[in-house]
Nanobody, 120 residues
Framework: QVQLVESGGGLVQAGGSLRLSCAAS????????MGWYRQAPGKQRELVAVITRSGSTNYADSAKGRFTISRDNAKNTVHLQMNSLKPEDTGVYYC??????????????WGQGTLVTVSS
């Protein structure tokens, strides 16, 4: 069983910053990609940023220049530093991880989500 635990959400004023963290635990052999997704009220879940084990990153256009994703492979953690936050960044942020468990079984898991609210 692989689990993700997120932290760091909250209420912030527009222009402020937040740092989200996600820690993976369980029978993990390796994690290939870790990412953050956002689901705004009434909208579908969408990619915010993703990072591979080698450090390659991909960002949604809305996140480029404001958000930075990073990971610590030794600790199986991923972080999302969000700066210059806007009201449209409001939503539930979900961590996602995909990789292999011991025994070579593939896994993909989601965290429980953490709420980010940006007030204008």
């Amino acid at each position: 069983q692989v689990q993700l635990v997120e932290s760091g959400g909250g209420l912030v004023q527009a222009g402020g910053s937040l740092r989200l963290s996600c820690a993976a635990s369980g029978s993990i052999f390796s994690i290939d990609a870790m990412g953050w997704y956002r689901q705004a009220p009434g909208k579908q879940r969408e990619l915010v940023a993703v990072i591979t084990r080698s450090g390659s990153t991909n960002y949604a256009d809305s996140a480029k220049g404001r958000f930075t994703i990073s990971r610590d492979n030794a600790k199986n953690t991923v972080h999302l530093q969000m700066n210059s936050l806007k009201p449209e960044d409001t939503g539930v942020y979900y961590c996602n991880a995909a990789g292999e468990k011991f025994g070579a079984a593939h896994f993909e898991v989601w965290g429980q989500g953490t709420l980010v609210t940006v007030s204008s």
